[in-house]
């Protein structure tokens, strides 16, 4: 399929058989989530692998009961950090510097560490982590149109509640919050009674704007 026709088929999936994904198809998810865009690159978040079934039980509680939960082959939980300080942005920087070959000292003369610290290390906690959650929203989507073209379901879900989640997963020490819930599965083809309804969005016309 292309990637419309993938998108076609994909939905929100309600139910899951349990089977488990082939590591390949799992690593691909992986990968293109990791290839994904982000502001400066920086990519302020991290994402919990969960297959653990008892884990899974847990978070299940935490998310009103939810069955794709324990059905999926695997749970991501997409969290973002809490905090952005100048530390992480010359981690980044040292980071960027061993990938390209270009040193530290003619990023920073080009003026990045100084964007990066007046856009995000100046802003509130509360404000750098709502920043930090949209980063990881766009992952998501390049998680979701991932797992599409493999034909597997995904369904994100931010029905949980987050201090529970982020208490089970020792986020607060490692200074994330979760965002957002990624279940990653096979639909149930007898179970699910959403797998047939028919796929609304609005219309090109109602949706775009040519200026």
Do not use: C
Not at 35 to 54: R, T
Not at 160 to 187: C, H, M, T, W
């Amino acid at each position: 399929m292309n990637i419309i026709e993938s998108l076609n088929w994909r939905y929100a999936t309600k139910r899951m058989t349990g089977k488990k994904l082939p590591a390949k198809d799992l690593q691909t998810i992986l990968d293109a989530i990791r290839l994904s865009a982000s502001s400066y690159g920086l990519q302020p978040y991290h994402v919990i692998i969960i297959e653990d079934e008892a884990v899974k039980k847990q978070l299940q509680s935490m998310a009103y009961g939810q069955a794709q939960i324990v059905e999926s082959s695997h749970v991501l939980v997409f969290t973002a950090w809490s905090n952005v300080n100048e530390s992480k942005i010359d981690e980044y920087l040292q980071a960027y510097s061993d990938t390209s070959g270009m040193p530290v000292e003619k990023l920073i003369a080009f003026g990045l560490k100084d964007r990066m610290m007046q856009a995000i290390v100046s802003l509130s906690p509360q404000q750098q982590f709502s920043w930090a959650a949209k980063q990881a929203y766009i992952a998501l989507g390049t998680g979701l149109i991932a797992a599409a073209s493999l034909q597997i379901d995904a369904t994100p879900m931010e029905g949980f509640i987050p201090a529970q989640v982020d208490e089970l997963l020792g986020l607060k020490e490692k200074n994330l919050g979760s965002v957002v819930i990624l279940a990653l599965g096979y639909r149930d083809l007898e179970n699910d009674m959403y797998q047939k309804a028919p796929k609304h969005r609005w219309s090109a016309e109602k949706l775009f704007t040519k200026i």
